[in-house]
């Protein structure tokens, strides 16, 4: 049987795993918000950035008690701040789904997308997606398979992001706010990714005791 | 007499106060570097953002090390707990100024930066600095009245960056490549203030037990 503070460990794992579809789920109606230039879409997105806020404050909330009452050593302790740094990568995520889905709603009703960028927007949404899925599967099972993938993955969306500058290089007719706006884009979805293979790194250093290189100076 | 644990406590916020120190020379030379079309100064910038990994990467270890070892609790633990966060919003600060040093060098032997936007620029280089000179300040000296300060600061930050959009909205006529790195260039700067109201934010928490409304959602 397990005991009340294990339990309460389980607890801030779930809602990790929690957090990570919310954020999934945001990052992909965001995108399709963007593409299709859906107002009422991004404005879910927008609201609902509040409930992953409360879960990264409930969160916060719970490790600092548990490391106060019950003072955890080694593997516990490890758990309980390498848990607070992910819940701070999600809560970050979620602010950057939202930040997607404002540039919608902000050139609504024509889409910030012009056409010929469709096609590597959609690419990067659909990495996002997978790549926050693929950090909570890791979180779940502590695969570290899994965050070998997310790493490719990540590889990909950096691809993608350079293939949005040369697109903007190559005779861009659609004006300066348009190209203001894919750059921060590409940014945001980049940023994304990054925080998605930061958190699986932080698992896999939990579950091996080895932090690889960092994601940094992104 | 201090006992050994509270010198590795204090030994831990020395090296907060020098990371500002060094992210703040870092961001400053960064900016001219930036202006002035200086190569040297982009390298070296660049360069020693490692310096600035290594202190993030040693502190972090200390941290640990201390929670692992002395199972600290209460104002102690949250204080630990508490810089391993400054020093991960440090770390990125280092990271935003070094991606600023590297559009210098991109653009090298031309400043990435039009003749229009060079006041704004330095302005926002010059409240970089400060923000982060302050948060170092406070860090030290626990100083919940220049965390106010800190937050004005951000808001003439936030102006600025608004300031830029509009140059960048009349009649730009320095092409697509200048404007993807004028809108580069005024995120790095507003998210580095962002950073550094943050690492404010934390030392106000550990000092009132409260936290203000983070600085999330940018």
Known sequence: ??????????????????????V???????????LEADLTLAEEVISSDAEIDRLYRETEDRAFELLARQQPVAVDLRLIVTGLR???DLERMGDLALHVAKIARMRYPVSAVPPELHDVIRDMGEIAQRVVDKAGAVIEGNDVELATELEQDDDRMDELHRRLFTILLSGWDHGIESAIDITLLGRFYERFADHAVSVARRVIYLVTGEMPEPASSR
Chains 1, 2 share one sequence.
């Not at 397990?2 to 607890?11: A, I, N, S, W, Y």
């Open 86 to 88: 992910m819940v701070a």
């Open 24 to 34: 999934s789920c945001a990052m992909s109606r965001a995108t399709t918000a963007l």
């Open 1 to 22: 049987m397990r005991d009340t503070f294990h339990d309460e460990l389980d607890r801030i794992g779930s809602v990790l795993v929690e957090m990570t579809k919310l």
